[in-house]
């Protein structure tokens, strides 16, 4: 069955810095990839979705980056803000489940100093 | 619009009873997820509804944990002899049909089993 790794379960950094968080997956390459934002005490937000055949994806200060040859993907915030901090998770399809099921990593929680 | 609500935010109950937790999901989306997350613990998977088809139950933990959804819409959960270590946060997430499955969570109910 697929696994998921987020390598760091903390990341610290200094505000202004770039934050780098790493999903790893085993066996097969999913379809897509997903990231989300998980605040104490609320549900996970959805951010971002990268496919296959997309190499990198970018939003506002976000970009994500997908490589199917490592099986990882690279979550990087730019010029990071206390803001930020928060739980990251990234989620990919369930192809040993239900169609539509995604399994969840455990998330990196992120802490962005001023 | 109105994003996926849940109710109670928060149940305290005694060991052995039965709870029901409820949750409405964005109008439109047909797909309905339940997940559990326990203190510092990732996403665990309980049960999923598609449409008209049959409920993915894989992830329920035991004959003790049930969850219908009527009309297609309002879903509820319901954990019967309730144990300690079903104290967690049980997060409900909605989703269109169709790959990516982009999901929305409500805001979770905390559940405390004394």
């Known amino acids: 069955s697929q696994k998921i790794e987020q390598n760091s379960e903390a990341l610290n950094i200094q505000e202004g810095k770039t934050a780098t968080l790493t999903c790893n997956y085993t066996?097969?390459?999913?379809?897509?990839l997903q990231w989300y934002r998980q605040d104490p005490g609320r549900g996970p937000v959805f951010l971002l979705l990268i496919r296959e055949n997309e190499k990198e994806k970018r939003k506002e200060r976000l970009k994500v980056t997908f490589d199917t040859t490592l099986k990882q993907s690279l979550f990087h915030i730019t010029a990071s803000q206390p803001a930020d901090s928060a739980t990251y998770l990234c989620?990919?399809?369930?192809?040993?489940?239900?169609?539509?099921?995604?399994?969840f990593g455990k998330g990196t929680k992120l802490s962005v100093k001023p | 619009g109105a994003g996926v609500s849940q109710s109670p935010s928060n149940k305290v109950t005694e060991k052995g009873k039965d709870v029901e937790l409820r949750c409405d999901p964005i109008?439109?989306?047909?797909?309905l997820y339940w997940y559990r997350q326990s203190l510092g613990q990732g996403l665990e998977f309980l049960i999923y509804f598609q449409g008209n088809s049959a409920p993915d139950k894989s992830g329920l933990p035991s004959d003790r944990f049930s969850a219908e959804r009527t009309g297609g819409s309002v879903s509820t959960l319901t954990i019967q002899r309730t144990q300690q270590e079903d104290s967690a946060v049980y997060l409900c997430a909605s989703s269109l049909v169709g790959p990516p499955y982009e999901q929305y969570f409500g805001p979770g109910t905390r559940l405390t089993v004394t």
């Open positions: 989620a990919l399809p369930n192809y040993g489940g239900s169609q539509g099921n995604l399994i």
């Open positions: 066996n097969y390459s999913p379809a897509y």
């Open positions: 109008s439109g989306h047909t797909a």
